[in-house]
């Protein structure tokens, strides 16, 4: 059984910087395509951004420039560092993980999922 637990999440200031962690237990760690997506209030599930197997990237257009996915295959552990922050990033990021190939920025793809953290941006 996957499980995925984010961390990392937190109050920050506009322009200021945080990096959330998602660790995975479970089966092969590279196997599977991690995403994050976040979800503010009254919102749909949004994708962020994503990574593959073979750490090919992949980012919404709002966070382009200023959102950095990367992953640890020997941590088994997924990374977002998200920096220039600002009050619209405001939601709770989820952790996501998916196997197979392709759709990486579409929910519905991924099969596992973590709890979210928490991400507030003040102006």
């Known amino acids: 059984q996957v499980q995925l637990v984010e961390s990392g999440g937190g109050l920050v200031q506009a322009g200021g910087s945080l990096r959330l962690s998602c660790a995975y237990s479970?089966?092969?760690?590279?196997?599977?395509?991690m995403g994050w997506f976040r979800q503010a209030p009254g919102k749909e599930r949004e994708f962020v951004s994503a990574i593959t197997q073979i750490s090919t990237t992949y980012y919404t257009d709002s966070v382009k420039g200023r959102f950095t996915i990367s992953r640890d295959n020997a941590k088994n552990t997924v990374y977002l560092q998200m920096n220039s922050l600002k009050p619209e990033d405001t939601a709770v990021y989820y952790c996501a993980a998916k196997s197979g190939l392709n759709y990486y920025t579409y929910k519905h793809t991924y099969d596992y999922w973590g709890q979210g953290t928490q991400v507030t941006v003040s102006s």
């Open positions: 479970g089966r092969t760690f590279s196997s599977y395509a």
